[in-house]
């Protein structure tokens, strides 16, 4: 019976002897097994071409002798056009695309990497596969923040030679000459020291060559988007190196930090060139230009005992679309050193788009400065943000009382810095505006207190969030404050002037606490320190010792009675100031503690 059930049937015989000879017949005759005209497929129809696919593969073992698993020259053609007409169908969208993004040529990938800026995004887009990372690492990546010194010729001759690197560089910082090797961030494959090349017999020729290798290599720097320049202790001036940075149409962001900017020009080099050329000058702007910061240092490198701001407008003519403008000027208290003087640039500064504006340290005439800034904020409607600190002439209180804002004056002004007349000049000015920060303005317990903080209550009580004064007197300044602004939200009161009073103690007593419970919707108060420095701040911990366990129980009752009288406030002043964190209040269902945390400074 096993016998039997094993021997097969005569039926397959016979059907397998006729399958073997046909085959034999069909491999004898040279006969394909299926259509190899490629134009018989139809490339929207992947079943058919998934079944011919597999038609053709199957017969591939049954073929005798060298041709087994082999196909022919046709055959493999069809097979790779069958493949292309399959494989768009098989498998998830993301990986199709993924391999398809994979299999550009590498021109192609540079160039989609090229519209990334961001250096975390290009993290990103780097990881995704083996074929970008080995575009995006070396020619990209390093690439995008550069930050070297001008002395760094390696550096700058690199990007000299490779044009296309160059071409990737978004953000360029050149440091200054005193900088340390830890804020220096240059691709890794550029060696930091070229003897050959920084070799010379002249230290001034030595400058010279490199502000031509800084100018050549920016020149390259198509795509720069962010630049900042810190070096302030070299002869390679910011003006000569701003028109290379005037053909980067590109560019958004410029920040210079350097005395030489503010150092008057010479009469006979700006009478000596003819007016055509600078009329050709004019012409060339930075449409994408949008935020501009022009500083001074407090080294004495540079410094001119006159200031001018004529170099600095003849820069920012160039920048017709400005949104952002700061200019600081850094006073020198050595006698014969004055502040520059503002009257022109107040006077002929425009731009439409100005929505912040930073003046520091800077000195208006008493009478035609007080007509040019009035006439420049009339014509900057736009302003949000305004920091102005600057004196009119001698009698620069005086002058400041006298000012008078334009009607309609500042519509969408939502923060303003400046002295306490400025400030209660524009609060006087009736018209509505969204005011909510004020900053830089200084109690100091005088009847000019009592007249700015009238108006305040009048005109900025309901609207006013925030409020950082440059300095107090005495607390009873503090609580006429609280009276006029109920609703602050951030109170910072500066430094104190006059008076020894030990706050702390004034804490305790509670009255700080009734002063700041008259504004309920405070949440972080600064410039009072309440609590005492301790290791630790739980009083139950184990390893305290008995003055730092008094002083924790001591922090807790402040704690408890901050949080009793004001409801909202969170933050407060940490009992180090140079350290970086505050105290913050935590309420819990059982009882407040407070907590040290850092901030980002």
């Given at each position: 019976m096993a016998a039997h059930s094993t021997r097969p049937s005569p039926s397959r015989i016979r059907t397998s002897k006729q399958q073997t000879g046909a085959s034999a017949g069909a491999r004898k005759g040279g006969l394909h097994v299926v259509d190899t005209n490629i134009t018989a497929y139809d490339r929207t129809d992947p079943f058919t071409a998934l079944n011919v696919l597999r038609k053709l593969l199957s017969v591939l073992p049954s073929r005798l002798g060298g041709c087994a698993y082999k196909l022919s020259a046709d055959e493999h053609k069809l097979a790779l056009h069958l493949l292309g007409v399959v494989e768009p169908f098989v498998g998830l969208?993301?990986?199709a695309s993924r391999r398809a993004l994979?299999?550009?040529?590498?021109?192609?990938?540079?160039?989609?990497?090229?519209?990334?800026?961001?250096?975390?995004?290009?993290?990103?887009?780097?990881?995704?596969?083996?074929?970008?990372?080995?575009?995006?690492?070396?020619?990209?990546?390093?690439?995008?923040?550069?930050?070297?010194?001008?002395?760094?010729?390696?550096?700058?001759?690199?990007?000299?030679?490779?044009r296309s690197l160059a071409s990737n560089v978004r953000t360029l910082e050149i440091l200054d000459e005193r900088a340390g090797a830890t804020d220096v961030l240059v691709p890794p494959d550029v060696g930091t020291?070229?003897?050959?090349?920084?070799?010379?017999?002249?230290?001034?020729?030595?400058?010279?060559?490199?502000?031509?290798?800084?100018?050549?290599?920016?020149?390259?720097?198509?795509?720069?988007?962010?630049?900042?320049?810190s070096c302030n202790h070299s002869l390679v001036a910011f003006e000569r190196v701003w028109p290379a940075l005037v053909k980067c149409q590109s560019l958004m962001e410029v920040e210079a930090n350097d005395n030489l900017i503010f150092q008057a020009i010479p009469v006979d080099d700006s009478h000596s060139d003819a007016p055509e050329t600078h009329a050709k000058k004019r012409q060339t702007v930075?449409?994408?230009?949008?935020?501009?910061?022009?500083?001074?240092?407090?080294?004495?490198?540079?410094?001119?005992?006159?200031?001018?701001?004529?170099?600095?407008?003849?820069?920012?003519?160039?920048?017709?679309?400005?949104?952002?403008?700061?200019?600081?000027?850094?006073?020198?208290?050595?006698?014969?050193?004055?502040?520059?003087?503002?009257?022109?640039?107040l006077l002929c500064g425009r731009w439409a788009s100005l929505r912040a504006l930073t003046l520091s340290s800077l000195w208006c005439t008493p009478h035609a400065g007080l007509d040019a800034a009035a006439a420049f904020l009339a014509t900057h409607p736009a302003l949000e943000v305004l920091h102005l600190d600057v004196a009119f002439g001698a009698g620069a209180q005086d002058a400041a009382v006298a000012f008078k804002f334009t009607p309609g004056c500042l519509p969408r002004l939502r923060e303003l810095k400046a002295s306490r007349e400025l400030m209660g000049a524009l609060l006087a000015c009736p018209d509505p505006r969204p005011l909510e920060t004020i900053k830089g303005v200084r109690l100091s317990g005088s009847a000019r207190d009592k007249v700015f903080l009238d108006l305040l209550r009048t005109h900025g009580a309901q609207g006013v969030k925030r409020l950082e004064l440059a300095g107090w007197s005495e607390m009873e300044d503090v609580r006429r404050l609280a009276e006029c602004v109920p609703r602050l939200v951030w109170l910072d009161l500066g430094k104190r002037g006059a008076g020894t009073e030990d706050t702390r103690?004034?804490?305790?007593?509670?009255?700080?606490?009734?002063?700041?419970?008259?504004?309920?919707?405070?949440?972080?108060?600064?410039?009072?320190?309440?609590?005492?420095e301790v290791a630790c701040t739980d009083s139950a911990a184990p390893t305290l010792s008995l003055s730092d366990r008094s002083r924790t129980r001591k922090n807790d009752e402040v704690a408890s009675v901050l949080a009793w009288k004001c409801p909202k406030l969170r933050r407060l002043d940490h009992w180090d100031d140079a350290s970086g964190r505050v105290v913050v209040l935590v309420r819990d269902a059982e009882r407040v503690r407070y907590e040290v945390r850092r901030i980002k400074l």
């Open positions: 969208a993301p990986c994979a299999r550009q040529p590498t021109e192609i990938l540079d160039a989609i990497a090229g519209h990334v800026d961001a250096r975390r995004d290009l993290l990103a887009l780097a990881l995704s596969c083996k074929r970008l990372h080995a575009v995006v690492f070396p020619r990209h990546y390093h690439y995008r923040v550069i930050r070297c010194k001008a002395s760094a010729l390696s550096v700058w001759n690199h990007l000299i030679v490779y020291t070229d003897t050959d090349m920084e070799s010379t017999d002249d230290e001034l020729g030595l400058h010279d060559k490199q502000e031509r290798f800084v100018l050549a290599a920016l020149a390259r720097m198509t795509a720069l988007k962010t630049f900042k320049w930075l449409p994408e230009l949008t935020k501009v910061g022009l500083h001074g240092t407090k080294s004495t490198f540079g410094a001119s005992k006159h200031p001018d701001l004529a170099r600095a407008a003849a820069l920012l003519h160039a920048c017709p679309n400005l949104e952002s403008l700061a200019i600081s000027y850094v006073p020198r208290h050595a006698p014969g050193f004055l502040h520059p003087v503002a009257d022109d640039f103690q004034l804490a305790l007593q509670g009255e700080w606490a009734s002063v700041l419970a008259e504004m309920p919707e405070l949440t972080t108060f600064h410039g009072v320190r309440f609590f005492y």
